[in-house]
């Protein structure tokens, strides 16, 4: 299973990006995809989720600081899981990283928003959002 994240970039506050996860080697609708973020001198942390259901619809996952501005959605025939930004924040910037788990799970949306709860790694892409 290998992940690509790609689609960050400069931006100055207010604008918007779309961060792209690409999964290879399995169906990514299979699995919660997850994004995270880790700005310098600081610990990763959790962005966004998403989760597929056995009727094939999913449920979004949102950290606090990004909800109502960040919409993280996936599309089956791309294989991709997109992470929509918009009115980026100077605190947006950072290394965004995608992640998926190693098998399904079905639990409630706080263990999404644990790093122990993925086991395969995008490398990450670099957002800046200047002021």
């Given amino acids: 299973v290998q992940l690509q994240a790609s ?7 207010g604008g918007s990006l779309r961060l792209s996860c690409a999964t290879s080697g399995r169906t ?3 699995y919660a995809t997850g994004w995270f ?12 989720a998403i989760r597929w259901s056995v009727t094939t ?7 606090d ?15 991709t899981v997109y992470l929509e ?9 950072a290394v965004y990283y995608c992640a998926t788990e190693g098998r399904t799970t079905y639990y409630g949306g706080s ?14 892409t670099q957002v800046t959002v200047s002021s």
């Fill in 7 to 13: 689609g960050g970039g400069l931006v100055q506050a």
């Fill in 28 to 30: 990514a609708s299979s």
């Fill in 37 to 48: 973020r880790q700005a310098p001198g600081k610990e990763r942390e959790f962005v966004a």
């Fill in 57 to 63: 619809t999913y449920q979004a996952y949102y950290s």
């Fill in 65 to 79: 600081s990004v909800k109502g501005r960040f919409t993280i959605s996936g599309d089956n025939a791309k294989n």
């Fill in 85 to 93: 930004m918009n009115s980026l924040k100077s605190e947006d910037t």
């Fill in 111 to 124: 263990y999404y928003h644990t790093l122990g709860a993925y086991d395969y790694w995008g490398q990450g």
